[in-house]
C-alpha cells in the first residue's frame, strides 16, 4: 500500500519522492501512480465509497482535489457524480451550501482537510446557521508513522499539527473520524442521514490512513447496512392537543399575522404555508431568510420584518393579536433587536412551530409550540382549522403595508443610478421561474426592500452567518444545478471576493446574468463614518470588472444611467454566456438612513 507506513520499501513511494511537485506532495495518491502498482488494496475504500455516493443519488460534488480526498476523486469519472472544481475551496463551500439550500438535499463538498477546514469554512458556516443540509468529504493529510513528527500539512490536531477536527467542530452539526474503512463507510452514511435529520446542516466525515486506504472487508461486524436502509429520516410532527390550542387561536384571532422562516424553505412547506394563510385570513410577513416562502406579490403577503425590513411588515407585526411563527428562530435581526413595542409577548399570542423544540419559545416565551416538521406542522393546523375563519383585516391591511416595496427613488432617472432605481430595474426582469442570489452589505437591503419575489423559492440570501462573495458562487452553482435563469446581485466589494466562480460558470456553459451594484467603497461600513476617512479601509480603487469578467470568457458591460441598466439586463438574460453588469450606483444614498425600521430607535441605534 502507497502510504508513508512503507514510504521506505515501495517503488511507489521512491517514484513520489522524486517526481511529486513540492507544493502538492499529495500527489503520491495520483490514480497513475496508484493503477501503476500491481496490487491496489488502497484504492477499494475509495472506490465504494464513490459507490455510495451514487447510492445516495448524488448528483455533483463540489471540490477542489488535495490530499486524501484524490482517492475519491479517481473514481468520479466512473460514477453518476458530475464534479464542479471552482477556484478555491470557499467557491466550493457555497456551492454547495447552496444546492442544499435549493433542493433540501445534501450539497457534497469535497476537498483536502487545512483548505477546507478554513476557505471552505464560509459554506459550512452558512449552512449550520441557515441549516442547509451539506456532506463534507475530507481528509486530515496524515502521513502514515511520521504523524506525530508535525510533518507539513497535517492536520490530525496532534502536536505540531493542526485540529480540523476542532475546526469542523465549530461548523457542523456532526463530524466523524473514521479508524477503520467500515467506519469510513458508516461514518459517510451516518454523514448523510444527519444532514438532513431535524434541522438540516453539514456533516463531515475526516478521512485518515488505512481508514481510507485499506481494503473494505466484505462481511464486517458490526456491517455496513444498505445505504437507502441506513440513510432514512422520518419526520416528527406536532402534539395533537397543541395543534388544537394553536387552531383556537388562530379561529378567535381578530388581527392573525404568520411569520414565515427559513424553516419553511428546508421542508418546502410552501403549500402549506399558503393554505394555512388561506384557512386563517391571515397576513403573511417573512424573516429575511424567509423571503420567498411566500409570493411577496400575493395579496396576504407583506414583506420583510426585522431592522433592514419593511416597515409596513414590521407595523403589521406588531398590531397583531395572534402571531404564527414557522420556522424562524427570531433573532436579534428579525426582531428589531425587542424593540418592546414589536412583538409582545404579554398581550400577543405567540404560536411557535419550529422542528427544534430548543427554538420555540427561545427569544419570546410562546403560548404555544408545535414541535415537527413545518410541513406537518400546517399541514395538521390546515386539517384541524374550522371553515368559516375570517376577519375583516388581513386583506386591506396587507395592501397597505405593501407601500413599503416602493419609494420615489425608486422611479429616478438620475445617473449614477439610485440603488432603489437599480433593484426596480432587476425586478423588471425576475419571474416566477428565476432565482435570485444576494450578497452581503448595503446591495441586500436595497434588494431586500424593493424587489417583490415573485414567487416562492426565487430569493435565496447570504444571512445565517452573512459573509460577503456568496451571491456570486451562490449564482453559479444554481444555475449548474437547476434550470431556473439566475441572476446574483452583489456589491463591488463582495463580488471581487469570488468573482473567479464566473469562470466557473463558462466552463459548465451556463449563463448567469452578474449585477455588481458598485460603489467603489464597502458602502454598509464606508457609510458609517460621520467624516470621510474615519473609518480605515472602506474605499476601492475602481476595478475594472468588464474587463475582468471577459477574461474568465463572460460577457460583460458598465451601466451608469437607468437605461443603461435596463439594456444590460436584457442583453444579459438573453445572453447563452454568462453576463457581468457593472451597475455605477449612487454611493451617497444613505441606506441605514433610508431603510432603518422605526422600532429600531427603542433600542438604541444601530446595532450592526
Ligand atoms: C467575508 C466578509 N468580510 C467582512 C464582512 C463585513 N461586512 C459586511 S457588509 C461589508 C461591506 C460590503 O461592501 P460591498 O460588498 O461593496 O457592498 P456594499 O455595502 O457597498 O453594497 C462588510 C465589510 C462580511 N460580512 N463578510
Ligand atoms: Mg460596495
Not at 488494496?41 to 447510492?55: I, S
Not at 449614477?416 to 426596480?424: H, Y
Not at 438573453?574 to 453576463?579: G, Q
Request: net charge negative; with cysteine.
Amino acid at each position: 500500500m502507497a502510504t508513508l507506513n512503507d514510504a521506505s520499501g515501495s517503488d511507489v513511494d521512491r517514484e513520489v519522492q522524486t517526481d511529486a511537485p513540492e507544493f502538492i506532495d499529495t500527489a503520491r495518491h495520483s490514480p497513475s501512480r496508484k493503477r501503476s502498482s500491481s496490487t491496489r488494496p488502497m484504492t477499494e475504500t475509495g472506490e465504494r465509497l464513490v459507490e455510495e455516493l451514487d447510492a445516495q443519488d448524488v448528483e455533483y460534488l463540489f471540490g477542489y482535489p488535495g490530499g486524501r480526498v484524490i482517492e475519491v476523486l479517481d473514481y468520479i469519472p466512473e460514477s453518476d457524480v458530475t464534479m464542479v472544481r471552482p477556484r478555491d475551496e470557499r467557491e466550493a463551500s457555497i456551492m454547495a451550501e447552496v444546492y442544499g439550500r435549493i433542493t433540501g438535499e445534501p450539497g457534497v463538498l469535497a476537498g483536502q482537510g487545512p483548505w477546507i477546514g478554513s476557505l471552505g469554512a464560509i459554506g459550512q458556516m452558512e449552512g449550520r446557521l441557515a441549516s442547509s443540509p451539506m456532506v463534507v468529504i475530507t481528509e486530515a493529510s496524515e502521513r502514515g508513522d511520521y504523524s506525530t513528527l508535525a510533518p507539513y500539512q497535517q492536520a490530525r490536531g496532534d502536536y505540531g499539527g493542526l485540529d480540523l477536527p476542532s475546526a469542523l467542530d465549530a461548523y457542523t452539526k456532526e463530524h466523524w473520524f473514521p479508524r477503520s474503512p467500515t467506519e469510513t463507510i458508516r461514518s459517510l452514511q451516518l454523514a448523510f442521514k444527519h444532514a438532513t435529520a431535524g434541522r438540516s446542516g453539514p456533516t463531515a466525515v475526516i478521512l485518515d490512513g488505512d481508514a481510507v486506504s485499506e481494503e473494505m472487508p466484505t462481511d464486517p461486524v458490526p456491517p455496513v447496512w444498505d445505504g437507502h436502509d441506513q440513510v432514512q429520516n422520518w419526520e416528527a410532527r406536532p402534539d395533537a392537543g397543541d395543534v388544537g390550542t394553536a387552531v383556537d387561536a388562530l379561529a378567535d384571532a381578530d388581527r392573525p399575522v404568520i411569520v414565515a422562516g427559513n424553516g419553511v424553505h428546508s421542508a418546502g412547506a410552501y403549500d402549506e404555508l399558503a393554505t394555512v394563510a388561506e384557512a386563517t385570513d391571515a397576513i403573511v410577513t417573512t424573516s429575511y431568510l424567509g423571503k420567498s416562502t411566500f409570493p411577496e406579490t400575493h395579496e396576504r403577503a407583506a414583506g420583510v420584518i426585522g431592522s433592514f425590513g419593511h416597515e409596513g411588515a414590521n407595523q403589521v407585526v406588531s398590531e397583531a393579536d395572534v402571531l404564527l411563527v414557522v420556522g424562524s428562530r427570531l433573532n436579534p435581526m428579525d426582531t428589531n433587536w425587542q424593540a418592546p413595542s414589536f412583538i409582545r409577548p404579554d398581550e400577543q399570542t405567540i404560536i411557535h412551530a419550529d422542528i427544534d423544540t430548543r427554538n420555540a419559545g427561545w427569544v419570546y416565551p410562546a403560548d404555544v409550540a408545535l414541535i415537527g416538521d413545518a410541513t406537518q406542522s400546517l399541514a395538521d393546523l390546515a386539517e384541524a382549522l374550522p371553515d368559516d375563519v375570517e376577519n375583516d383585516w388581513a386583506l386591506d391591511r396587507a395592501a397597505e403595508a405593501k407601500a413599503s416595496f416602493d419609494a420615489p427613488e425608486c422611479e429616478s432617472d438620475a445617473s449614477p443610478i439610485k440603488p432603489q432605481r437599480a433593484v426596480t430595474e432587476i425586478e423588471a426582469i425576475v419571474d416566477e421561474d428565476t432565482i435570485v442570489t444576494a450578497d452581503s452589505g448595503n446591495n441586500r437591503f436595497w434588494l431586500l426592500n424593493y424587489l417583490q419575489a415573485p414567487d416562492t423559492g426565487t430569493y435565496y440570501g447570504s444571512g445565517g452567518v452573512g459573509s460577503m462573495g456568496w451571491a456570486t458562487p451562490a449564482a453559479v452553482s444554481a444555475a449548474i444545478t437547476t434550470d431556473r435563469d439566475v441572476i446574483g446581485v452583489a456589491g463591488d466589494g463582495g463580488f471581487t471576493m469570488t468573482m473567479t466562480s464566473v469562470e466557473t460558470a463558462v466552463e459548465h456553459g451556463v449563463a448567469p446574468t452578474f449585477v455588481v451594484l458598485n460603489d467603489t467603497s464597502l458602502g454598509m461600513v464606508r457609510q458609517m463614518q460621520d467624516d470621510d476617512g474615519d473609518i480605515a479601509g472602506v474605499e476601492f480603487h475602481d476595478t475594472d470588472f468588464v474587463k475582468a469578467a471577459e477574461a474568465f470568457g463572460a460577457e460583460a458591460t458598465r451601466a451608469v444611467t437607468p437605461d443603461e441598466l435596463a439594456d444590460a439586463l436584457e442583453t444579459g438574460t438573453a445572453s447563452d454566456v454568462p453576463f457581468v453588469i457593472d451597475a455605477r450606483i449612487d454611493r451617497e444614498e444613505e441606506m441605514v438612513e433610508t431603510l432603518q425600521s422605526s422600532f429600531y430607535e427603542q433600542v438604541g441605534g444601530l446595532h450592526e
